[in-house]
């Protein structure tokens, strides 16, 4: 071993004690004719001293070193006079008697503190380094700490965990696979999983009774928005269950690790609310609720007078911003401007001030009076000193972007407090989805999800108003988890297979293994899935999933620091029976 | 929730709850006016009783459930008057008074028994309905055990598990890769990883000190052997430490593992044996332990005699098994054949009886006298009783032949105990191989193993004879782990390379992002890998590792339940910019 201790360990009650470290150097100062240096490891920070006065040559040795140096040393804890309270080895230092370099290091192309100067691009070619900096490494921790505890909690709720195939089927269905050529079987692909949403409802079949994996999935997408070619999933299923079993299981789970990791007690149940209210409510299906400022509809009670860009619409809803009558022009403009984004598309943005004298000030005074003011004030919550923000438009489109508006007013306010945690259930999602592309309705959740049985006779004449016995969990206006129960009949799979246009034979080919699993005593049983790198990134309290993964590729699907993907050999090629086409011959 | 309680948990304890069950039929017995169902979750099996007398309609329907039938029921518990002390639900049984069928099932393609008539390939089509036999399911189940210990361990040293990539880059060193065309990157391939080796030294880089990983890996070879497309690693790496230091943490992780899962309580440190013993004295690198009967060289004592057959080989050498001078003509003829197996590949057998009275009786007698005997069996620690056996050749030949010889005897001995564990570590072997068909030196382990540097001065000159610092251990005869300390240093690692036949652009090109990372202060750091299959199998007792996997795939590498790999669709392959090519026109 090359260290009697670690660099994060010692204190006040080891003074005197002779031990020996290992490290980086991550900081050199001179003082008189002292050298200090601060050692770096996984585990702390420990100040080192070289005495000129005492050994000039190993100060000499000492002032050779450059940062991120690794070396080894012997030396005897003292007491320091220059205390620092930041540090848990504040207290104390080395006074070091022998020195050994491990390694030198060239100069690194970024600094090796919590704030770099290295940008994006250099931080992930040399990702090994920014590793180093205490917020990356600090946040791989508690990843560790956050599946640790997750294992922990669904052991003690008895679920086993099973690794499922990596090397399975290409499913048209979703997403795009990726594939991989099998060899021996040539002209014939693996798929890599998006989900082992087969293998453990078989699993369920197989009795398994409680399953659960911390698995990466695959997804060959364009990565917009944070996504990630290859993602972690907490993946659960659950046997003789019905939905309350499992929101109220994953609810302990999740309260669990608010509590392990993040010191913060959930004592009341999580709130569920509907899809539907959550859409109408707070215009998606993930509402941050940290803060209220709801979505009302205003369509009645707006139309049949003259203003017509209301009249004309078949949907027109506000939110009220506290205290914010006092905002000047240029902070609407602001809010008329961020409303307008391409992204959100509202076509303009009426307000109304709620004035602290009882008066109203509107960019609809020529249409509108007091007593129409008073009605939307009541209607949303308004006081005197609140500002009503309105939109109209379509019904989704005005939704998506009130939800947006809500969340930039939310954020405004300062109302979406970093290390709060707002967690909450969105239930009775719909069973299907129109799809515009392929002129056909989709399954919301998968097509194994549970239709509830009592809509299930408007299946035919009414199918988006189908629900099904699907869940999402939502923290903080992002999507952590989501699940269904399962169909476990035949019959019933059938029927849905015909419902999102699978023909028989479709559906044999893709899940006909399935179909016929259910054949022998398939038991009622649904499940759960969460995705790990977001969970972690929200617990971390930062923006991109990347920064809580260690080895993530870029926006092209590629990882710089080990240039992947890259050409192959014609050897390999040729064994696997392929060729790659130009475009231009394709 | 569909039940009160699990089939494996109620007892005598529990007399005259009312409770509710459910789970799958596993057997229906008629007796007098009585049925008697066995009903079977994960947990256990509980007897459930319908009593014609008490309710007539409710035992007729429980006569028309089948096997593997899926129900739940309600009753009241009861003392058993037959009780079956095999079972921890044995003191009890469940009058039932109400009866749901949840599902129900086809006669399955095999009996769901311990001892099932479903041969190997209907069972792996119907893998879900042989995941519900005991054997199997208890396999998992200390799979899952296993892997549960291993992290505690793991968690109580400091290893933190840190997620590597799936989708990384192809190296043509050591077995072959599967590949992932890139969409995104057309024409370009990622590769899923033989091993995370690269991504762990780049962690110890990076800083993180202690790392592990349950990881699956991937290596597209011939499936001779036993062995898996994708398998199952526990992954760790270790920095600031000696060979010594990992050799005792691991060491500790396998004591745990015998004591949690096994209860067996090793107390003494593991054996260590050289590389060069193992191969003397066991004829392979991973000896079984659990019984002597030790290989010894006889070439010189039995040279230069009138045998002529001993007097060309490079290599004679013997074991000695107890208590055999009794074998009969054609035990000793079985030997025979076995040693000229082509495996094995010894040309005869040689044997010499040391009778009971002293006497010997050999295949040699002609050309040897009692004096020689008396010698040979001296040197082999042979007693009267004993049975000599010989074999001669080639040196490697007849030492694998002579391991495998031993291994026969142990078996026949009924030397190989099962529940017996006998774990070792095989320590110093060489660095380097010699590989017939590429006419140069392969890295034995890797080409990141750091050589012993007292071996250093014969790299050049000798380099067979150069050992590294690597390590296995070995279980029983089977190699469940292996590792080695890591070369920390640019310069040496460039050498390596060279002596490896890398040029410096193929060296620059694999690994050159590793060769950049030595730049910035590597510290010195080691690791090692366990095969979890083989491991979890060796524990549990079994032949084969597709027995502690879940969905195994087939000597093909198919999958015959999902029926993988499979053809894509002309528009998957178009996407990829891929075409695949017949045999003929490749």
Sequence with gaps: MYRTHTCGELNIKDINKEVELSGWVQKIRKLGGMTFIDLRDRYGITQLVFDENQNAELCQKADKLGREFVIKIKGKIIERSNKNPNIPTGDIEIIVSELTVLNNSEIPPFTIEDET???????MKFRYLDLRRNPVKENLLLRHKIVKEVRNYLDSQNFIEVETPVLIKSTPEGARDFVVPSRMNSGEFYALPQSPQVFKQLLMISGFDRYYQIVKCFRDEDLRADRQPEFTQIDCEMSFVEQEDILSTFEGLIKDLLKKTKAIDVKDAFPKISYDEAMSSYGNDKPDIRFGMKIKELTTIVQNKDFQVFNKVRYVGGICAKGCASYSRKQLDALTKFVQKPQIGAKGLVYV???????????????YNTEDFEKWAELLGADRGDLLLILAGDKNITLNALAELRLEMGTRLNLRKPGVFAPLWVVDFPLLEWNEESQRFHAKHHPFTMPKTEDMHLIEKEPAKVRANAYDLVINGVEIGGGSLRIYNTGLQKEMFKHLGFTEEEANKQFGFLMNAFKYGAPPH???????????SLFAGVESIRDVIAFPKNNSGRDVMIDSPSAISEIQLKELMLKVVDKENN
């Design 353 to 367: 001030k709620f004035n602290e004298d009882g008066s109203f000030k509107s960019s609809v005074d020529k249409f």
């Design 526 to 536: 649904g499940g759960i899935a969460f995705g790990l790198d977001r969970l972690v």
């Design 117 to 123: 100067d290295g940008g994006d691009e250099l931080r």
